[in-house]
């Protein structure tokens, strides 16, 4: 894959970055640079190996999902400057 001097200035655009006219073709050489290895990497087989969030095997901890604390909303509300109908009010703020 090779990337013209016109679809380098569309990436800077999308990316928001501004790059001189003159610069464009030295960036677009560094991109295909990286994209060449990009491609090198499609070649290495991995079949067999198993996909991994981490390079230590780990397992995350996991607790029980029980409610422990609910239907407490007057305790809550007793709290709040406003309520009404169990609910916080506050300012409008948009109008």
Known sequence: MSL????????????RIKV???DLEALG????????WVEQLDQVDTTGVEPMTSVA???????????????????????????MHGFFT???VVE
Not at 29 to 36: M, S, V, Y
Not at 67 to 74: A, E, F, K, L, S
């Open 4 to 15: 013209d001097k016109a679809t380098v200035a569309r990436i800077a655009t999308l990316a």
């Open 20 to 22: 001189p006219e003159a």
């Open 29 to 36: 050489q560094e991109l295909n640079k990286i994209l060449h």
């Open 57 to 83: 095997a780990m397992t995350l901890p996991l607790r029980p999902d029980w409610v422990t604390d609910g239907d407490r909303v007057d305790d809550i509300l007793k709290n709040a400057p406003n309520a």
């Open 90 to 92: 506050v300012p409008k």
